[in-house]
């Protein structure tokens, strides 16, 4: 997968994720088994928005052309996602959440994958 689409793609996932935080955030919490409350949601919502504008940046790096600029978007969407798989991870084993957060890693995972891939030479 191209730099483009990889973006792209992440990008759309982003927007989705932010915009099931922002307007779903209890549908959200119960597929990780989380018993939804105003400090989940009130997190949930900020964490919505921080999904959006990340779907944004990434929309609007898409095109980018100077390979330094698309290797810093890669290596810091590569650390993001390793990081979010990582928490998961954790909480998933710690048995604070349900089987869902291990969908939630595979995708993390998946786009931690095609990030560093196109970083290596």
């Known amino acids: 997968m191209n730099y483009q689409t990889l973006v792209t793609v992440s990008s759309v996932a982003m927007a989705l994720l932010g915009l099931g935080w922002t307007l779903k955030g209890?549908?959200?919490l119960s597929r990780w088994r989380l018993v939804p409350n105003e400090v989940a949601l009130l997190v949930g919502r900020r964490i919505g928005t921080v999904y959006l504008g990340l779907a944004v940046l990434l929309f609007a790096l898409r095109r980018i052309?100077?390979?330094?600029?698309?290797a810093a978007v890669c290596a810091g969407a590569a650390g993001f996602t390793i990081l979010l798989a990582l928490v998961g991870l954790y909480e998933y084993f710690g048995k604070r959440v349900g089987p869902a957060m291990l969908v939630s890693v595979t995708v993390e995972v998946l786009l931690a994958v095609g990030y560093v891939a196109l970083l290596l030479p």
């Open 26 to 28: 209890r549908m959200m």
């Open 65 to 70: 052309a100077a390979p330094d600029a698309q």
